[in-house]
């Protein structure tokens, strides 16, 4: 877990160690980046990173927070079809992450932090719903639908991204029809609309 202190200057300290540990991620293996090195090249003592953070995955786990919790757009939409590829365009523009990530073994890691976030983020997470009961295995639904969001980004990473976003999106359309996940969420929505104007 990493610090969630509002003061200016621990922000501005995690923010030093998070972007010094990104550049090493390009130029090292991460199990090779000593924290040593991160905050030596970011300017600040052990101490202060161990204020901050307890281990390199929570550092990793800060990156993300940064880019999908604030950073991911935040419009307010209704369209799954238009969150997905916001998702993949994003991620578009943010190649060597996924680069890193496929060199690294961390899909699964920013697959972990992505689940945790992406609900956090007001554009993404709109189909997650405080409707009680409206489906009793929605955790799961949620999990089976990131994951496949993160293994399609982590395939098209290895092909070198290859696909545009629009071609990435309609791969991935046509194989979650063939599982019925567009076809419940679609249901979903339409019972949390009619939920929330009072329509039966």
């Known amino acids: ?13 995690m923010e030093s160690l998070a972007e010094a540990f990104y550049r090493y991620l390009q130029i090292k293996p991460y199990n090779d ?21 307890e281990t390199k995955d929570d550092l990793f786990d800060y990156y ?11 419009e307010n939409n209704n369209s799954l079809e238009q969150s997905v590829k916001n998702l993949f365009n994003y991620f578009s523009k943010e190649k060597t992450l996924l680069i890193i990530c496929e060199k690294n073994k961390l899909f699964d890691l920013l697959l972990e932090r992505i689940n945790k976030y992406l609900e956090l983020n007001p554009q993404y997470g709109m189909a997650i719903s405080d409707a009680k009961n409206i489906v009793d295995y929605r955790i799961y ?40 996940t567009l076809d419940y969420h ?15």
């Not at 970011?42 to 204020?51: E, W």
């Not at 980004?153 to 696909?163: C, G, H, N, S």
């Open 1 to 13: 877990m990493f610090n969630l202190s509002q003061n200016p200057r621990v922000i501005i300290s």
């Open 141 to 180: 639904y949620w999990q089976v639908f990131n994951s496949s969001l993160i293994k399609m980004l982590e395939v098209w990473t290895r092909r070198d991204f290859k696909e545009s976003v629009d071609e990435l999106y309609q791969i991935f359309e046509d194989i979650t029809k063939r599982f019925g």
């Open 33 to 53: 980046i000593s924290i040593q090195e991160i905050c030596e090249k970011a300017g600040v003592t052990r101490k202060t990173f161990y204020r901050n953070f």
């Open 186 to 200: 679609e249901t979903y929505v339409s019972y949390k609309n009619r939920m929330n104007t009072g329509k039966n």
């Open 64 to 74: 993300i927070y940064e880019i999908i919790g604030i950073d991911f757009p935040q």
